[in-house]
Every structure is written in C-alpha cells, then in structure tokens.
C-alpha cells in the first residue's frame, strides 16, 4: 500500500472461503524478458542489492494466473448486500471453532491483550473472517499473484509493483523462499492475511524464536494482529458500535460519507436518535445504514470500528468482524 492494507486481501479470502475462486490456467509469462519485469529487477538490484541472476530467475518462475485477474474485480464487499455477506461469516460453524481457537490459544491472546490493549475476540474475530482460523490461508503462490497483478493488472500495477518489492525483501530478511509462500489472490499471507509491506511493517515475532512467521505460527500471527491494531489506534474499552432501534431516511446528513466518523455522538444524540448512554458524547460517530434481510438496520458505529476498516476498507467488513467478536464474547462468557 503506499499505505498498507493487508485487508484488501480479505476480499480475497471471503472469495476464497466461499469456494467461488478455482486456481485457473496458468501460463509462463517470462516477466524478466519485458521491459516493466527489466526495470523491476533493475530496481531490487540497485536499490535493494539484489544479485541480478537471482532477481531475473525468480521473475521468470513466476506463473500469469487469468482466475487472479478475475478474481480481483470482484471483491465480495461490493457485491453483496449485508445480509447475504453477513451469512458468510456470522455461522454456529465459525462461532464455535473461534471458540475453540480462542480456548487453544487462551494464554497467547491474554499476552497479547496485554501488550497492544486489543481483546483476544476480536484478535480471533479477524482470523476467523480472513482464514477461518488459519483453515484458508489461501491457494496461489504468492510470486504468482503478486507477479500478475504487478505486470498484467494495470490499474493497480503499480501498488503491486511494490508488494512484490516488499515481497523479495521480507522473505530476504526473514530467510524465507520467495518460490513457496502461499497466499490469496491478492498476495496476502498467513492467519491474519497480511501483504508483503504490512508483514514488514506490522507482524512481530511474538513467540521470540529470531524469525517472524504469520504463516506457519499462530503465536506471531495472533501477536501480528493485535500489533497492527494497536498501531492503526484501537482504543482499549472503547464501544465498537451500537445498533440503534430507529432508521434514517437514505440522503440524511446524518448518513455522512466516509469511513471515518465526522460527526460526534453527541450530534446523534441532538437529533434525537436514541443512542445507549455509555458512548461519551465527544466521541467520534458515523452512522451506517445496513441493509437486512426486509429492512435496514440503523448502526452507530465509533472509532473502534474504523480502526477495523484499516484492515479492509470495507464497513461491511468491519461489522462482520465486530458481530462474530460479539458471538465469540458471548460463548466465551456462558462458558465461564
Ligand atoms: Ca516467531
């Protein structure tokens, strides 16, 4: 990401969770004899001191995947409506193995709750939607997908330039192969999903064995995810959302654009929608509208849940994540 985004991956896992995506042919696409492939080598060399021969082999290993290219102009979040998306992940199934996780792991996420003051349910609620707790973490190789999007995807090509930079770069610090590394259409890796520049950025190495490994390690994974929260400003025991018993007509300003809160509670509470009494009223608000299965759901959503939307754009996204934490929470609690 110019700004990183290991989310925009999750697209690719939501696809990927509901079988919709098939590896697809392949082809050898001899990027290291074009001239963008050229150029990209040339930069690792110089700028990065690459050896040009390693460099030019790996670009040359890598596949053109066509169901890539599909695959990614159709993320889930612009497809579905909240309903339909909803069923995807709120499900007994995904509830119950998240409680399993959450029991397997019990000891790790309290570590990590105490280091980055992000809750063990929420930590699992992002693993439970990208990879259904490490079940998917996706079917291409990474070379591959970040090799087609950088040099057959236009659009983005240059944000996948810069992965695939990223990419040769951490798998060079963290002595990983850059051939083998599976992940999501999109390049993104491991339990949480991440992409090559937040796995730079964001993942810790949260069990202290030298090497950070999101792929292979649910403890640095579980640490990886809470670090990144932390660093895009989760605030510990503030409220995420609040669904309010009252609608607003679509086009009210109350209905602002944007992600990010640009009103306050307190303008909600003015207008005279009923919102609970705990937020307080200086807290950064946005009221999102969702459509249910024969109605719209009216949400109060605060800086907790945009700090869910660093992690995919996407305010469907992010009430997913929050309602299965809630459903994890729950369980967790009836099993005290
Ligand atoms: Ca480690």
Same mark, same amino acid.
């Given at each position: 990401m110019g700004k990183p985004r290991?989310?925009?991956? !999750?697209? +690719?896992? /939501?696809l990927v969770i509901c079988g919709l %995506?098939?590896?697809? %042919?392949?082809? @050898? @696409?001899? *990027?290291?004899?074009?001239?963008?492939?050229? &150029?990209?080598?040339?930069?690792?060399?110089?700028?990065?001191?690459?050896?040009?021969?390693? +460099?030019?082999?790996?670009?040359?290993? @890598?596949?053109? $995947?066509?169901?890539?290219?599909?695959?990614?102009s159709r993320p @889930?979040? $612009?497809? !579905?409506?909240?309903?339909? *998306?909803?069923?995807?992940?709120?499900?007994?199934?995904?509830?119950?193995?998240?409680?399993?996780?959450? +029991?397997d792991h019990a000891d790790v996420l309290a570590r990590a709750e105490q280091a980055y003051g992000v809750p063990p349910e929420v930590v699992t609620a992002i693993i439970g939607v990208e990879t259904w707790y490490g079940r998917y973490m996706g079917k291409y190789r990474v070379l591959d997908a970040l090799a087609t999007l950088a040099f057959d995807y236009p659009p983005r090509s240059r944000f996948f330039r810069s992965e695939l930079e990223q990419y040769l770069l951490m798998t060079r610090e963290q002595g990983l192969d850059p051939t083998v590394l599976m992940g999501s259409y999109a390049g993104a890796m491991g339990y949480g999903?991440? %992409?090559?520049?937040? *796995?730079?950025?964001y993942a810790v190495d949260f069990d202290d064995d030298g090497v950070v490994d999101i792929?292979?390690?649910?403890v640095d994974a579980i640490?990886?995810? /809470?670090? *990144?929260? $932390? +660093?895009?400003?989760?605030?510990?025991?503030?409220?995420? &959302?609040?669904l309010l018993d009252a609608d607003l007509p679509?086009?009210?300003?109350?209905?602002?654009?944007?992600l990010k809160p640009s009103l306050k509670v307190a303008d909600y509470r003015e /207008?005279? !929608?009923?919102?609970?009494?705990?937020?307080?009223?200086?807290?950064? &608000?946005?009221?999102?509208? !969702?459509?249910?299965?024969n109605k719209h759901e009216l949400w109060l959503t605060y800086p907790n849940f945009y700090v869910i939307t660093r992690y995919n754009h996407s305010h469907l996204y992010a009430m997913a994540v929050h309602q299965l934490a809630q459903a994890l929470q729950v369980g967790d609690n009836s099993a005290r």
């Open positions: 290991p989310g925009n991956l !999750l697209k +690719a896992s /939501a %995506i098939m590896p697809g %042919i392949s082809a @050898a @696409a001899n *990027y290291h004899q074009t001239p963008e492939g050229q &150029a990209f080598i040339r930069t690792m060399v110089e700028d990065f001191g690459f050896d040009a021969s390693r +460099a030019e082999r790996l670009l040359g290993e @890598a596949q053109k $995947k066509d169901s890539i290219l599909e695959s990614i @889930a979040e $612009k497809t !579905l409506e909240w309903h339909s *998306y909803r069923k995807i992940f709120i499900r007994p199934e995904r509830i119950a193995q998240g409680q399993e996780f959450m +029991a999903q991440f %992409i090559s520049s937040s *796995y730079r950025h792929l292979n390690n649910p640490g990886s995810v /809470a670090n *990144y929260f $932390k +660093a895009h400003r989760w605030q510990p025991g503030e409220p995420v &959302a609040d679509p086009g009210s300003p109350l209905l602002t654009k944007g /207008a005279g !929608l009923p919102v609970p009494e705990a937020p307080g009223s200086n807290l950064p &608000a946005r009221a999102v509208r !969702l459509k249910a299965e």
